[in-house]
């Protein structure tokens, strides 16, 4: 069974910074986009970024020019960088990938607090 496993949530400062990670535990080759959504509390799962088994990218607006999405394909890894954090960042944030097969899969996610 595939497993994502998120790591490098804290609380930062606004105009910080922080790098998520999500390891997998099959080859992220074989899924065909993987990306990271969040979720605020009181409010539904959103998009923050994907990226394409090509390296093709996609963002929110709302975080597009602060976070950059990334995989390192050797260690089955993606990364997401976020760069000067806003308070209203504060969310959940969740690994999803998507296979050839049309399987979905997530993992349970780390928080990420911008407070001062």
């Known amino acids: 069974q595939v497993q994502l496993v998120e790591s490098g949530g804290g609380l930062v400062q606004p105009g910080g910074t922080l790098r998520l990670s999500c390891a997998c535990s099959?080859?992220?080759?074989?899924?065909?986009?993987m990306g990271w959504y969040r979720q605020a509390p009181g409010k539904p799962r959103d998009l923050v970024a994907t990226i394409t088994r090509g390296a093709s990218t996609n963002y929110s607006d709302s975080v597009k020019g602060r976070f950059t999405i990334s995989r390192d394909n050797g260690k089955d890894t993606v990364y997401l960088q976020m760069n000067s954090l806003r308070p209203e960042d504060t969310a959940v944030y969740y690994c999803?990938?998507?296979?050839?097969?049309?399987?979905?899969?997530w993992g349970k996610g780390t928080l990420v607090t911008v407070s001062s």
């Open positions: 099959a080859r992220i080759l074989s899924f065909y986009v």
């Open positions: 999803n990938g998507r296979d050839y097969g049309g399987m979905e899969y």
